[in-house]
């Protein structure tokens, strides 16, 4: 079963206004972490949080993390058209088996409109 | 450094035949992990690989196997096709100590008829 779920599903907003993910997860984490992914392409990483953090910057992203409610959330600011992608959360807990593996949520589907 | 690379890009396949599918990481990486997506299921972890040994599986059947070889590249054969096996297959490695960041290759893009 997924480990995240986003929130929403599906978001369609203008350009220029600021997109809203958010993700839940179930268990504890090691760290979580924001992949964007264009139509039918590979996932590229977008930002890392530790669990012992709750905040974190990089240009136009801001994700938070409330590890309390097990959830986070991902903000784009100033959105362009490029950034019409899908957007997956993930959560590593590597550290119970001492093995890597991610778990990813199911997305949101973000559409800019022009 | 060149990313990571999967070949081939798109495969069509029928039902009962076997196909195997590979990924070249990123130079200097160890770990390679495979995942399929499917519009009903998602993202589905398949396997990582180390140094040329499985270090962790997901809950696929049998027919999904893997292997990494000395240089690092690695393979995944799915024997017997089913239809709900065509996907988009997934490769993504990972330097080691790196909190688990995944770099993602292209994809392949199986259908199986």
């Known amino acids: 079963s997924q480990q995240g779920e986003e929130d929403p599903q599906a978001l369609s907003i203008q350009e220029g206004e600021n997109a809203t993910m958010n993700c839940s997860y179930k268990?504890?984490?090691?760290?979580l972490q924001w992949y964007r992914q264009n139509s039918g392409r590979g996932l590229v990483h977008l930002i890392l949080?530790?669990?012992?953090?709750r905040e974190k910057h990089s240009g136009r992203l801001r994700v938070t993390l409330d590890t309390s409610k097990k959830s986070s959330s991902l903000l784009i600011t100033a959105s362009r058209a490029a950034d019409t992608a899908s957007y997956f959360c993930?959560?590593?807990?590597?550290?119970?088996?001492?093995?890597?593996?991610?778990?990813f949520g199911q997305g949101t589907r973000l559409t800019i409109n022009p | 450094k060149a990313g990571v690379t999967q070949t081939p890009r798109y495969l069509i396949k029928t039902r009962g035949q076997q196909v195997t599918l590979s990924c070249s990481p990123i130079?200097?990486?160890?770990?390679v992990s495979w995942y399929q997506q499917t519009p009903g299921q998602g993202l589905q972890f398949l396997f990582e690989?180390?140094?040329?040994?499985?270090?962790n599986k997901g809950n696929f059947p049998g027919r999904f196997s893997g292997r990494q070889f000395s240089n690092s590249r690695s393979e995944m054969n799915v024997s017997t096709l089913e239809l709900g096996d065509s996907a988009l297959y997934l490769c993504?490695?990972?330097?080691?100590?790196?909190?688990?960041?995944?770099?993602f290759g292209p994809g392949t893009r199986l259908t199986v008829l």
């Open positions: 993504a490695s990972t330097l080691t100590g790196a909190e688990n960041t995944q770099y």
């Open positions: 268990t504890s984490i090691n760290n």
């Open positions: 949080i530790r669990s012992n953090e």
């Open positions: 993930a959560t590593d807990r590597s550290w119970i088996q001492g093995a890597q593996k991610l778990v």
């Open positions: 130079s200097g990486h160890r770990s």
């Open positions: 690989y180390f140094s040329e040994t499985q270090r």
